[in-house]
């Protein structure tokens, strides 16, 4: 299995909702990633988990909640986001660096979220 | 810092070879990746180069150029279908973990025209 899934396709949320981004893999990766990409624009790189353990927050505001459950799953929390929070929202995971790996990362097919 | 440029846009003709260059500067380096990305979908890998030279994969060849800084994705036999963007991504270390980062430039977008 070398796919990372993401559910759901599309959201649309209101700025008062509450609602959750699920990321799953099941290839051993020990590092996930949760990106957030405009449209034109290149991913820009919202959390890293590694090892379950959080390791980088990219200066997120508190709105976004990451979760990393167990070494398979990785979520997103969303609570009272604004309109300018809708984009494409991609996961990824990789290996962690070993000598013999290039650990690049495999991307899931994101998750479309509008915010009204 | 991290600044990684490539060109915003480029076309070519079906059949002809195209060459997307990326410079990069960066406080530290691991390693360079290709993505490419339809409109819409995710990125998917194409090509990664950590050692100068150059590595090729059937009609894409990447190379890099640690001293300079400089790494390009070169695709020949070009079908409509490679009509993308083309995403250059270089990875860093980061201090906690063993997790590296990557930081993607803003990607060039590739018109293949019949």
């Known amino acids: 299995d070398t796919e990372v899934t993401q559910t759901p396709k599309h959201l649309v949320m209101g700025m008062t909702n509450k609602k959750s981004l699920k990321c799953e893999q099941h290839?051993?990766?020990?590092?996930m990633y949760w990106y957030k990409q405009k449209a034109k624009k290149p991913p820009e790189l919202m959390f890293v988990y590694s090892y379950e353990k959080l390791s980088i927050n990219e200066s997120v505001p508190s709105r976004f909640s990451p979760e990393c459950p167990n070494s398979s799953l990785l979520n997103l929390h969303l609570h009272a986001l604004q309109p300018e929070d809708s984009a494409l929202y991609l996961c990824a995971s990789s290996q962690v660096l070993s000598r013999s790996s290039y650990n690049e990362q495999f991307f899931g097919p994101g998750t479309r979220l509008t915010v009204l | 810092g991290q600044n990684i440029d490539q060109p915003t846009e480029m076309t070519a003709t079906e059949g002809a070879i195209v060459q997307i260059n990326c410079t990069y500067q960066?406080?530290?380096?691991?390693?360079l990746f290709w993505y490419q990305q339809h409109a819409g979908e995710a990125p998917t890998f194409l090509s990664y180069?950590?050692?100068?030279g150059l590595e090729e994969k059937g009609r894409f060849s990447s190379f890099l150029s640690r001293s300079k800084g400089y790494s390009y994705l070169l695709l020949k036999e070009l079908q409509m279908k490679d009509s993308a963007s083309y995403l250059c991504?270089?990875?860093?270390?980061?201090?906690?973990?063993?997790?590296?980062?990557?930081?993607f430039g803003s990607g060039t977008q590739l018109t293949v025209l019949p």
């Open positions: 180069n950590v050692l100068d």
């Open positions: 960066t406080s530290g380096f691991n390693g």
């Open positions: 991504a270089v990875r860093v270390p980061i201090s906690s973990g063993s997790a590296r980062q990557l930081t």
């Open positions: 290839m051993g990766h020990r590092a």
